[in-house]
């Protein structure tokens, strides 16, 4: 029985080293001077043993294919050589070993071929992934290749992917029924490489079509047509995406004005410096945590969340009690002390930071995003944002309608007189709502980090949108900023793709203002303290 086994072992064995062995016929072409000659031969190769094939194309794209006098070989760690043919070890290493160098255009051939050889591996994402990179480089000298991927691959979402670079790669065939049916599986592709491939079929050189059959011209037409209005569907939801990621980050501004002055009627110029305090405590979360806790780095946002929120409802408690108290009912007044107060703000950022931008860093499972379409990646730190501004919202609509504090801020901002009479108290009432909306700001601070520079004047780009939302919206109304935000910021993108960034500002700035004049209350009716002064 033991003996049996030894045998059944090296017959085994045997087996799988005739299967690893490579006739060497074919490698010796893979030094050739000629680039041609080389792309010929990584393509047999490929053809003629595909498994095998893999750790000499891998040595020759990394530079460690070499030719001892006329056997190719391949050199490994400590100056170990081993056959090409039959990956043994050879043993004493030979002598006038010369590394076989490449050209870029050989070396775009053979990451090709690595990737087609990869469409047959047993994990999923690594055939995905092969497929991705072939259906960039597929020509006809892949087909068979692609065919025998075809043939053997079952998931269906790579299959698709097969079938474009198979057309793709069909798109030279001599046959014209086999272009036509390329043109038509192209047709049916999103990619705006695949319109590029196709526009050279319905142009002409001189007085000749490039493509000399008429039904292939006429598909191919059919086919551009198709994929650029997908191509323009998948451009106005991008802009659309776009659009709500920037309304839900002037929302996140402006909330907290809404507090500020659309119920408490406090005209603050400071409010943009609010969240320069809210992103600058996530920078310095992200040292702290880089400096003691390198281990939990891409969790410093978390801790930043709670920190903004403490710094900047800090420093608006501060500016309330020191300042603003005394100024209730002089706008006028209120705005310029807290227009002195933001230049103090920024000052104190510039003396604590410096006057450069500083760097706060994405943590890692915000990288990246989701492909919807080819041209339509939606980027996983936008979509964060615009989760954390429905948080927040939410958040803030709990408190004011279901907290004590919001029922107080409600009572006072309806009527001050007759709430100071029952027993409310309206001083620490205004000092609490204050703080709030500035904690709120802090927290839209936060999350502007993670898409804009971090610098002392950051708060100045926001303050004049945030009184657009609040204005728009109808003052003191939540659910108005809400739509005004969203609204500002799907309607300028929109506009943007049309007229440019500059004058969709100004369209934007002049259309809010006819707004007004024709609807002072905004979107929604006006209530507050700001409507009985």
């Given at each position: 029985?033991?003996?049996?086994?030894?045998?059944?072992?090296?017959?085994?064995?045997?087996?799988?080293?005739?299967?690893?062995?490579?006739?060497?016929?074919?490698?010796?072409?893979?030094?050739?001077?000629?680039?041609?000659?080389?792309?010929?031969?990584?393509?047999?190769?490929?053809?003629?043993?595909?498994?095998?094939?893999?750790?000499?194309?891998?040595?020759?794209?990394?530079?460690?294919?070499?030719?001892?006098?006329?056997?190719?070989?391949?050199?490994?760690?400590?100056?170990?050589?081993?056959?090409?043919?039959?990956?043994?070890?050879?043993?004493?290493?030979?002598?006038?070993?010369?590394?076989?160098?490449?050209?870029?255009?050989?070396?775009?051939?053979?990451?090709?071929?690595?990737?087609?050889?990869?469409?047959?591996?047993?994990?999923?994402?690594?055939?995905?992934?092969?497929?991705?990179?072939?259906?960039?480089?597929?020509?006809?000298?892949?087909?068979?290749?692609?065919?025998?991927?075809?043939?053997?691959?079952?998931?269906?979402?790579?299959?698709?992917?097969?079938?474009?670079?198979?057309?793709?790669?069909?798109?030279?065939?001599?046959?014209?029924?086999?272009?036509?049916?390329?043109?038509?599986?192209?047709?049916?592709?999103?990619?705006?490489?695949?319109?590029?491939?196709?526009?050279?079929?319905?142009?002409?050189?001189?007085?000749?079509?490039?493509?000399?059959?008429?039904?292939?011209?006429?598909?191919?037409?059919?086919?551009?047509?198709?994929?650029?209005?997908?191509?323009?569907?998948?451009?106005?939801?991008?802009?659309?995406?776009?659009?709500?990621?920037?309304?839900?980050?002037?929302?996140?501004?402006?909330?907290?004005?809404?507090?500020?002055?659309?119920?408490?009627?406090?005209?603050?110029?400071?409010?943009?410096?609010?969240?320069?305090?809210?992103?600058?405590?996530?920078?310095?979360?992200?040292?702290?945590?880089?400096?003691?806790?390198?281990?939990?780095?891409?969790?410093?946002?978390?801790?930043?969340?709670?920190?903004?929120?403490?710094?900047?409802?800090?420093?608006?408690?501060?500016?309330?009690?020191?300042?603003?108290?005394?100024?209730?009912?002089?706008?006028?007044?209120?705005?310029?002390?807290?227009?002195?107060?933001?230049?103090?703000?920024?000052?104190?950022?510039?003396?604590?930071?410096?006057?450069?931008?500083?760097?706060?860093?994405?943590?890692?499972?915000?990288?990246?995003?989701?492909?919807?379409?080819?041209?339509?990646?939606?980027?996983?730190?936008?979509?964060?944002?615009?989760?954390?501004?429905?948080?927040?919202?939410?958040?803030?609509?709990?408190?004011?309608n279901l907290s004590r504090l919001g029922m107080f801020v409600r009572a006072v901002t309806q009527n001050r007189p007759m709430a100071g009479c029952v027993g409310v108290p309206t001083g620490r009432v205004d000092t609490l709502a204050f703080g709030l909306g500035a904690g709120i700001a802090?927290?839209?601070?936060?999350?502007?980090?993670?898409?804009?520079?971090?610098?002392?004047?950051?708060?100045?780009?926001?303050?004049?949108?945030?009184?657009?939302?609040?204005?728009?919206?109808?003052?003191?109304?939540?659910?108005?900023?809400?739509?005004?935000?969203?609204?500002?910021?799907?309607?300028?993108?929109?506009?943007?793709?049309?007229?440019?960034?500059?004058?969709?500002?100004?369209?934007?700035?002049?259309?809010?203002?006819?707004?007004?004049?024709?609807?002072?209350?905004?979107?929604?009716?006006?209530?507050?303290?700001?409507?009985?002064?």
């Amino acid at each position: 029985m033991h003996k049996l086994r030894s045998l059944l072992a090296v017959c085994l064995l045997g087996i799988s080293c005739a299967q690893a062995a490579i006739d060497p016929e074919l490698l010796k072409p893979l030094a050739d001077d000629d680039s041609d000659r080389r792309i010929a031969a990584i393509l047999a190769l490929v053809e003629a043993a595909p498994e095998e094939a893999q750790p000499v194309l891998k040595a020759m794209a990394g530079d460690s294919l070499a030719l001892a006098g006329e056997r190719v070989v391949v050199l490994g760690e400590g100056g170990r050589v081993f056959d090409a043919a039959s990956n043994r070890e050879l043993t004493p290493p030979p002598d006038g070993v010369e590394t076989i160098g490449i050209n870029n255009r050989v070396r775009r051939e053979l990451a090709a071929a690595l990737a087609a050889l990869r469409l047959f591996s047993a994990e999923r994402e690594v055939r995905w992934q092969a497929a991705q990179e072939v259906n960039q480089n597929a020509d006809a000298k892949m087909l068979p290749l692609l065919e025998r991927a075809l043939a053997a691959e079952r998931d269906e979402a790579i299959r698709a992917r097969l079938q474009l670079a198979r057309a793709q790669a069909s798109l030279g065939s001599g046959d014209a029924e086999v272009r036509l049916e390329a043109v038509r599986t192209l047709g049916e592709s999103s990619d705006p490489r695949v319109r590029q491939l196709l526009l050279p079929l319905t142009q002409k050189q001189g007085d000749n079509w490039l493509e000399p059959d008429s039904a292939v011209r006429a598909a191919a037409g059919t086919s551009i047509r198709s994929i650029e209005q997908r191509l323009a569907w998948a451009d106005n939801l991008g802009r659309a995406f776009t659009g709500l990621s920037l309304g839900s980050i002037l929302l996140l501004a402006a909330l907290g004005l809404a507090i500020t002055y659309g119920v408490m009627g406090v005209i603050n110029m400071a409010h943009g410096e609010l969240l320069m305090v809210g992103a600058y405590s996530a920078w310095a979360m992200q040292s702290v945590f880089r400096a003691h806790l390198p281990g939990a780095l891409d969790w410093y946002l978390l801790a930043a969340i709670p920190v903004g929120f403490l710094s900047a409802a800090l420093v608006g408690v501060l500016m309330e009690r020191i300042v603003i108290r005394h100024l209730y009912g002089r706008p006028l007044e209120t705005l310029l002390a807290t227009w002195g107060i933001s230049l103090f703000l920024m000052q104190v950022a510039r003396t604590l930071f410096g006057a450069q931008n500083v760097e706060v860093a994405n943590p890692s499972w915000m990288a990246g995003g989701v492909e919807l379409l080819p041209n339509l990646l939606l980027p996983w730190n936008r979509i964060i944002i615009v989760a954390f501004s429905i948080a927040v919202l939410v958040a803030m609509w709990a408190i004011l309608n279901l907290s004590r504090l919001g029922m107080f801020v409600r009572a006072v901002t309806q009527n001050r007189p007759m709430a100071g009479c029952v027993g409310v108290p309206t001083g620490r009432v205004d000092t609490l709502a204050f703080g709030l909306g500035a904690g709120i700001a802090g927290l839209g601070g936060v999350a502007l980090s993670q898409i804009a520079n971090v610098g002392p004047d950051m708060g100045t780009g926001y303050i004049v949108d945030s009184f657009m939302v609040v204005v728009l919206g109808g003052v003191g109304q939540l659910a108005g900023a809400v739509w005004a935000a969203l609204g500002l910021g799907v309607f300028t993108k929109f506009l943007e793709g049309w007229t440019g960034a500059v004058v969709a500002k100004i369209v934007v700035l002049v259309l809010i203002i006819v707004f007004i004049q024709k609807r002072p209350q905004g979107l929604f009716a006006l209530k507050g303290r700001f409507v009985e002064s």
